[in-house]
């Protein structure tokens, strides 16, 4: 069975970095795109970057030249780099992998606060 497991959120203040991990097991097939998504209260749940299987990354406007992905085929595991933190930023963020249309997986979830 697949299983996401994110990590590395928490509380910050406006400016500040963090990172985010996402950690897959459960399969030996190559996922062929992760991407992280975000829920902010009230909000629907947004795409904020994508990697595909060959490196190709994607954004989001909202986090095009302050967030960077990138994932390691060989550990299964993907990363956010968030940089310049803003309030907007405030949401549960999380994993999302897929092998191919029928076979799409998400993580829990993990909490990013941004304070002003």
């Known amino acids: 069975q697949v299983q996401l497991v994110e990590s590395g959120g928490g509380l910050v203040q406006a400016g500040d970095s963090l990172r985010l991990s996402c950690a897959a097991s459960?399969?030996?097939?190559?996922?062929?795109?992760m991407a992280w998504y975000r829920q902010a209260p009230g909000k629907q749940r947004e795409l904020v970057a994508a990697?595909?299987?060959?490196?190709?990354?994607r954004y989001a406007d909202s986090g095009k030249g302050r967030f960077s992905i990138s994932r390691d085929i060989t550990r299964k595991t993907m990363y956010l780099q968030m940089n310049n933190l803003e309030p907007d930023d405030t949401a549960v963020y999380y994993c999302?992998?897929?092998?191919?249309?029928?076979?799409?997986?998400w993580g829990q979830g993990i909490q990013v606060t941004v304070s002003s």
């Open positions: 999302n992998a897929k092998i191919d249309p029928s076979r799409v997986y």
């Open positions: 990697v595909y299987s060959n490196g190709t990354p």
């Open positions: 459960g399969t030996t097939l190559l996922f062929q795109v």
